[in-house]
T-cell receptor, first 114, second 116 residues
Framework: QKEVEQDPGPLSVPEGAIVSLNCTYS??????FMWYRQYSRKGPELLMY????GNKEDGRFTAQVDKSSKYISLFIRDSQPSDSATYLC??????????????FGRGTQLTVWP | DADVTQTPRNRITKTGKRIMLECSQT?????MYWYRQDPGLGLRLIYY???????NKGEISDGYSVSRQAQAKFSLSLESAIPNQTALYFC???????????????FGPGTRLTVL
């Protein structure tokens, strides 16, 4: 079983829709949760970062972590064509040592059509 | 100019050839990483370096080697390329202030390598 599972999609939605992207994980030691966005022919860039459980909001983006279910989500409100990209979740267990290595999901390809 | 650059951007080579992929950064970061990305498998860590004198294997280091020539430069070599090393390769950097891998990692644009 992979450490991090993520449905690769593809996911196609109309402009203005609410998008929900999700990952599940198996390692209960994970505490740091990240979402990266990767545009076509580009490297990933960090979108959001959360620690432990709870929600974090940044503009149209909300990241949620449910450690009891080992489930994280990224919600995009009022989605725009410019949100079309691959979204990768990533997580790690511990700071300050090699145990903090990032584990990435496979990425979900999102297309927002006008 | 981009903060993290990779050369070449695309490379086609034949089985058995030695290939070097280069990464340079102007961010002043101590930490550098090499990943490969395959369709359906996500990003996997090949090697990482927390400073010039520190080199560590990642989860898939077999068949690869690295050299950290300076703080700003980190090269990945395929000693004898094989077709299943066909992938998109990314270099990344981080500043180390948060500790470990939880630092924000900044990725280069990638090198698309095809081994025939």
């Amino acid at each position: 079983q992979k450490e991090v599972e993520q449905d690769p999609g593809p996911l196609s939605v109309p402009e203005g829709a609410i998008v929900s992207l999700n990952c599940t994980y198996s390692n209960s030691a994970f505490q740091y949760f990240m979402w990266y966005r990767q545009y076509s022919r580009k490297g990933p860039e960090l979108l959001m970062y959360t620690y432990s459980s709870g929600n974090k909001e940044d503009g149209r983006f909300t990241a949620q972590v449910d450690k009891s279910s080992k489930y994280i989500s990224l919600f995009i409100r009022d989605s725009q064509p410019s949100d079309s990209a691959t979204y990768l979740c990533a997580m790690s267990a511990q700071r300050g040592s090699t145990l903090g290595r990032l584990y990435f999901g496979r990425g979900t390809q999102l297309t927002v059509w006008p | 100019d981009a903060d993290v650059t990779q050369t070449p951007r695309n490379r086609i080579t034949k089985t058995g050839k030695r290939i070097m992929l280069e990464c340079s950064q102007t961010k002043g970061h101590d930490r550098m990483y090499w990943y490969r990305q395959d369709p359906g498998l996500g990003l996997r860590l090949i090697y990482y370096s927390f400073d010039v004198k520190d080199i560590n294997k990642g989860e898939i280091s077999d068949g690869y080697s690295v050299s950290r020539q300076a703080q700003a430069k980190f090269s990945l070599s395929l000693e004898s390329a094989i077709p299943n090393q066909t992938a998109l390769y990314f270099c990344a950097t981080s500043d180390g202030t948060s500790g470990g891998f939880t630092d924000t990692q900044y990725f280069g644009p990638g090198t698309r390598l095809t081994v025939l």
